[in-house]
């Protein structure tokens, strides 16, 4: 995936509307995925080289796509932000992934924050906003799924 191929976000925008083909979902997924993630390596000021490595393996276990280093880079300074915080956007977009969608973004979140042995205020506060941005109650966030009634 290059950050070239980021208009499902712009798209999304304009449109938000709309339903969502497989494909598109997908790409929405990778999408916010990768935003997220190049978010938060610059959450503290300070875009670490480690962080970004972490990034471009956590997207390449979670989706298959490569994402280079600069791409992670330009995405976290895009101008993108400059139309909505990512925490807008990700409050826009989360009734359109699916609860499994958005528990992969908060846990690779997680581990990402977690590679380089500290945790700072500044990542603990942009990991509780995408949690609250898209919508996760505690509950979906530890992973318990209700289980239909059964009769």
Known sequence: MSISSLSHIMEFFRFGDKELSADDKKALV???LLMTLA??????CNIDPVEVEVAQSVIKDATGSDVSAQDIRIAAISDLYKEATIEKYLSKIRS????ADRQLVVNSLAQLIRIDGKVNPFEIDFYNSVVNSLGL???ELAGLCQDPIRR
Do not use: F, G, M, Y
């Open 96 to 99: 359109k992934i699916d609860l």
């Open 30 to 32: 990778e999408e916010v």
């Open 39 to 44: 978010r938060a390596t610059s959450a503290d």
């Open 137 to 139: 109650t505690p509950a």
